[in-house]
């Protein structure tokens, strides 16, 4: 009985030596506005790039501005829908959408402050588009097939008119601080420049240092992606937050290694030690650009997800994990955070987004960005 303890108590000893729980601390920490909820909707690619945004504000001219998601949301639904209708509903049409949706509708639409566009309702404080979009595709549909195979003059001031109901008026001009701006004035007073913004992703069945358009549902608009080599893309995500830019990031987050409760995102080298792996660091497995490649090829990594690196964290043994931050409220995880191993990041990521200036002049030179 006394050696069963004497090995049982040995046991104990050895597994609460080798067992790890996570301790981080901080790499870097780049300044952000707060962590929002994106409600019952699919509209992260609008939060998260609107965060970038955001903290872009804060870089170039040191003001802290709270920028509407919804007037981006709103104008871009107005896009899917001239999309939709003109490919004759062979296209997507959902709340989904990409970070480069967002630059896009800075440049043709500007940006507008929470303050001047909520979205809501007044009797509403969360945001859910649900019904919305259902009505929007079914007015779309019934367009398109229209027995008189003739497309009603109606149908661009219907479907604005549901837009207007649901989520708001197009603004012309507002007062911010005491001044006038139109959405592009304002977008040209905080300094956000559509043109200076990349989007970098890492595949295989494209050339390297090409430019092309990802095929992904999501990617309604066509939009083009710097392909470079799957270090490189690790590369000029830390090297852009050492020298103080955020990133977003368009990554899929549909494995149970992913968990917004434990504020971790990780790759355990064995998949039994997934669990334990949420609360303990383990062993990850080492991220190959043809394993990343497979994953993405057989759809179980896909384009489910935008989130914004706001900084760089390590824990106890020096392993690097990204700072991400979410937009799922603050009552999950690290208040809103989740820390991404860079294994994670390298299996995950379907691209980022970065400010011309944070990619490397020798990158620079051979994506051609000028």
Not at 271 to 277: I, L, N, V
Not at 295 to 309: G, K, R, S, V, W
Not at 321 to 346: A, D, E, H, L, R
Request: proline content about 2%; hydrophobic content about 35%; some cysteine.
């Amino acid at each position: 009985m006394k050696k069963i303890l004497i090995a049982a108590f040995s046991f104990f000893t050895i597994s609460s030596i080798t067992a790890q729980e996570y301790k981080f601390t901080t790499i870097n920490d780049i300044e952000n506005t707060q962590v929002k909820s994106q409600g019952r909707t699919g509209t992260c690619w609008s939060f998260s790039t609107t965060s970038f945004l955001e903290s872009e504000i804060i870089r170039l001219t040191g003001k802290n501005i709270d920028l509407s998601e919804m007037y981006t949301v709103r104008n871009t639904y107005s896009d899917k829908a001239s999309n939709y209708l003109y490919r004759q509903g062979k296209a997507q049409f959902s709340e989904g959408g990409l970070g480069h949706d967002v630059i896009n509708s800075v440049a043709k639409y500007g940006l507008v402050p929470e303050q001047v566009f909520t979205g809501l309702d007044l009797e509403q404080d969360k945001h859910n588009h649900a019904e919305v979009v259902a009505i929007l595709k079914s007015m779309l549909d019934a367009y398109i097939k229209n027995p008189a195979k003739e497309l009603s003059p109606k149908w661009k001031k219907a479907t604005e008119g549901v837009l207007d109901v649901y989520l708001g008026d197009k603004k012309d001009k507002f007062v911010f601080e005491g001044k006038e701006y139109t959405p592009k004035s304002f977008a040209e007073f905080v300094k956000i420049e559509p043109s200076n913004y990349v989007t970098l992703t890492s595949f295989e069945h494209a050339k390297k240092y090409d430019k092309f358009i990802l095929n992904i549902p999501d990617n309604f608009s066509n939009g083009a992606f710097y392909n470079v080599s799957l270090d490189e893309l690790v590369e000029v995500t830390e090297d852009a937050v050492k020298k103080g830019f955020t990133v977003e990031l368009d990554c899929d987050v549909s494995e149970k290694t992913f968990s917004s409760k434990n504020g971790v995102a990780i790759i355990p080298a064995i998949s039994s030690e997934s669990k334990k792996g949420l609360k303990e660091i383990v062993k990850e497995k080492k991220i190959t650009p043809s394993f990343r490649q497979a994953e993405f090829e057989n759809f179980n990594t896909t384009d489910d997800h935008l989130m914004h690196i706001v900084g760089m964290v390590k824990d106890q043994k020096g392993n690097k994990y990204f700072k991400v931050k979410n937009s799922w409220g603050t009552n999950q995880g690290n208040n809103g955070y989740v820390y991404m191993s860079i294994p994670y990041f390298k299996l995950k990521t379907i691209s980022v987004l970065v400010h011309k200036d944070a990619v490397s002049k020798d990158l620079q030179e051979k994506l051609n960005i000028k």
